[in-house]
């Protein structure tokens, strides 16, 4: 995401609580950043040749503006997966979403979906309301490369600020119990971080919802 005011838009992945914000770049410092998260060249070695994380190259497409998150975070996942829409357009298209090239008050998890399954055969499911011992469940799973999950969260929870967000789920560390997040954002950039604190940031509220993963398989 590019530095820089862009009017009237809420931050990615939805409205927090309710309420507008003007989106843009989030006020989370780059010494925040690194300092929230575990970016070990050691872990993050391990990280990406997790099955699934490998199958995107160690390379992440970021998101061409503060408001499209989801969106680049489905183009990655395809392209993962061998999908021919893997550009943020190319997953936007036809979907009537984000035409204006901003997603003005973000999307939730459910229009997320939308857009999923406008361009895929595949099952596309909206996982929410989830305990803490079934979100592990699911992250046991992180590593099957049949599945592609996306996560919705509040960096509130991990960085200390920053709103709503949806990147892709690289896989999981069991032995450490901490999830690769392949954050779409390029001032965040793909990292690492205990399944407790993500499971938090993703058991919160977007509007009168809550959070929760996208499920592609």
């Not at 392209?79 to 901003?102: H, P």
């Not at 229009?111 to 979100?135: G, W």
């Not at 990292?191 to 938090?200: D, T, Y």
């Amino acid at each position: 995401m590019k530095r820089g005011l862009i009017f009237g838009l809420a931050l990615c992945g939805g409205l927090l609580g309710g309420a507008v914000f003007i989106a843009g770049q989030s006020s989370v410092s780059p010494k925040a950043i690194e300092t929230s998260v575990n970016r070990t060249p050691e872990l993050l070695g391990r990280a990406w040749r997790l099955p699934v994380a490998a199958t995107f190259n160690s390379d992440v497409t970021w998101q061409t503006n503060g408001s499209r998150c989801g969106p680049a975070s489905i183009a990655n996942a395809f392209r993962s997966i061998g999908e021919e829409e893997t550009t943020e357009a190319q997953v936007l298209e036809g979907t009537g979403k984000c035409w204006t090239g901003f997603c003005i008050i973000g999307l939730t998890l459910d229009e997320l979906a939308e857009v999923a399954r406008a361009h895929t055969e595949r099952k596309v499911s909206v996982i929410r309301d989830l305990t803490a011992e079934q979100f592990h469940e699911h992250m046991k799973h992180a590593n099957d490369p049949d599945r592609r999950y996306i996560i919705n969260f509040t960096r509130e929870e991990i960085f200390g600020g920053g709103g709503g967000h949806h990147s892709p789920i690289g896989g999981y560390l069991e032995a450490e119990d901490t999830v690769f997040v392949l954050d779409v954002n390029e001032n965040y950039k793909p990292w690492l971080v205990k399944r407790e604190r993500l499971f938090k940031a993703m058991d919160t509220f977007d509007g009168d919802r809550k959070r929760g993963l996208l499920l592609i398989q």
